[in-house]
């Protein structure tokens, strides 16, 4: 349950996002190694919430999926539990919860399903779909701009329920502006980036994007 407006409807009021690390682990199948890594994400979960709970413009909690790719483009999977981050730390700030996912690696279309329908019955109806590090490699994955139109296929058709789309954009790839103009036809509601420490790049970009 969240105490403010759903992220969806803040998407024009400038909402504030929160981005939290994931923990950077893997399970193993080892139960007591499982079992002490949903112990630390109950401890981090409880750690951001005392940080940011006195944040009264934030709108929502963000965990991305970090991936490594080696020379192939197979993925390595250096997070856990992303999800369970952010729904809790969200739940227990009365806000709601946002997951990346780097799509590009999920094998094929009942996957992809599989993972969005068990997204959205732990509550979480934001998401920000990722695509491969490079486009030299040929990925099994969809990418992103069909993820945004799958997702709200899939939650026009009731397998999953309303689902707010956002995606990546990287100020200083060329044409970024038409790339996120055509994301937007595909279903694309927002944008997030990685940290930017020059301003002019984003401003250039949004001032040709809104054009």
Known sequence: MTDSLPFSRLLDKRPLIF????LRDSRTGDP???RKILRNVNARKEELA???KGIKRL?????PELVEENHEGKPRYN????????RGTAD??????IVNKVVAHIENYDKFVDWISETSSMGINNIVFVGGNTRHHRYPGPSVSEANVVAHKLSERGVIGDVTVGNISIPERRDEAKRMLFKT???AKFFTTQVLFD?????DLLREYGK
């Open 92 to 97: 227990l700030l009365g806000r709601d919860a």
């Open 19 to 22: 981005t939290a690390l994931p």
């Open 79 to 86: 997070s856990v539990y992303t999800r369970a981050l952010s």
């Open 199 to 203: 301003s002019s790049m984003i401003t």
């Open 50 to 52: 005392r940080e940011l």
């Open 185 to 187: 036809f595909t279903g």
């Open 32 to 34: 007591e190694h499982d």
């Open 59 to 63: 709108s929502a909690v963000s965990v």
